[in-house]
């Protein structure tokens, strides 16, 4: 069997398996239903922080090109921006904290929908040397990317379980993504801290920066970066979904594979600059499973920490949480599971 008749099969079975799904049936794109053999279709994807490792290095091994995708990849400045590209159509998909999806179904009314995670939090709560507990944090500055989203709100909330409320005790300043958020607290010790993560938060602690606590203990298990789309554009894009999910996972078990080391340690120094002993600590970091998720597996019980903080702490569905299907459609990753080799064959 050829390459060709293989991806036409595989087609072939995503059509009977959206036929038989809950979810209405999919409607394909013209171009994926006839454009075989043709050029590759492209994607345009935004990311918040940076570019997701696993896109990059499924770019130079070959995965995307594999599935008949390319695509073009940018790092957005913060999460409006992130959320921006989305609704206007300069992003397909865009990967981010999800709670970002979840803000733009209810306080924009844009229909997402989240694909696929990627990540668990491994963030921290980061502060300047001289503070060494939460509650010296009343009356302080403190910095996030936006004020009422993801990681804004872990923070809030760890902070109202130590008696502090945002306005009251302490002041929020939005200042975009995490590296811009450390640069600032090294250039002005007013920023008191901030929600850093990997690689950030290592590069902090190394520069004499405080870590308070990891959000995974002082809050819990939190799906942090996933993929999401609008709902409109991945129905009419439903092969192109699949594929680019396909390659995505494929692309994160090389990640995560200590064979590849030489290859992610080469990654983790062009695409994040990062020297020794960072570097190390950022690659053993990746290789515990504490960051990055097997198969970029989504998280239901971080997922419903993300809904629980948004009702706690924004007051959203006047503090009920509704549940997370609303939010998700997991047909095309289940179908991109099916593509490719089970984990570990």
């Known amino acids: 069997m050829t390459k060709s008749d293989i991806r036409k099969a595989t087609r072939r079975s995503f059509l009977r398996y959206a036929a038989g799904a809950t979810t209405a049936v999919i409607t394909l794109h013209a171009k994926t239903l006839h454009g075989f053999g043709a050029s590759p279709e492209t994607l345009h994807v935004t990311s918040i922080p940076g570019r997701p490792l696993p896109l990059l ?71 300047q040397s001289d503070i060494h507990s939460i509650p010296e944090l009343r009356g302080r500055t403190l910095l996030v990317d936006a004020p009422n989203t993801a990681y804004a709100l872990q923070l809030k909330k760890i902070l109202l379980d130590n008696g502090l409320r945002a306005g009251s005790d ?35 602690k190394r520069a004499g920066f405080v870590s308070l606590g990891s959000t995974n203990t002082l809050i819990g298990p939190y799906q942090a970066i996933g993929a999401f789309t609008r709902r409109s554009w991945a129905h009419d894009h439903a092969v192109a979904v699949v594929e680019y999910l396909a390659a995505y996972v494929e692309a994160q078990r090389q990640l995560l594979d200590a064979a590849m080391r ?20 950022t690659y053993a970091l990746l290789q515990t499973r504490a960051w990055y998720e097997p198969d970029a597996r989504f998280d239901p019980d971080g997922f419903k920490t993300v809904l629980r903080l948004r009702a706690e702490i924004e007051g959203q569905w006047n503090g009920k949480p509704p549940t997370p299907d609303k939010y998700c459609d997991f047909s095309y990753y289940k179908q991109a599971l099916s593509m490719i080799m089970p984990h570990g064959q």
């Open 170 to 204: 302490y002041q929020l300043v939005p200042l975009g993504a995490t590296p811009q958020r450390l640069q600032a607290m090294g250039d002005n010790k007013r920023y008191a801290a901030s929600i850093l993560g990997p690689p950030t938060s290592i590069v902090a």
């Open 262 to 281: 030489a290859d992610v340690l080469d990654l983790l120094k062009q695409e994040w600059r990062l020297e020794e002993p960072v570097l190390s600590e």
């Open 57 to 127: 290095l499924g770019q130079k091994k070959g995965f995307f090109a594999k599935h008949e995708l390319e695509v073009q990849v940018e790092a957005a400045p913060n999460s409006e921006a992130l959320r921006s590209a989305l609704v206007n159509g300069r992003a397909d998909i865009v990967h981010g904290a999800v709670d970002n999806a979840v803000a733009m179904v209810e306080s924009a009314g844009v229909d997402v929908v989240i694909l696929m995670g990627g990540e668990t939090s491994a963030n921290e709560l980061i502060a």
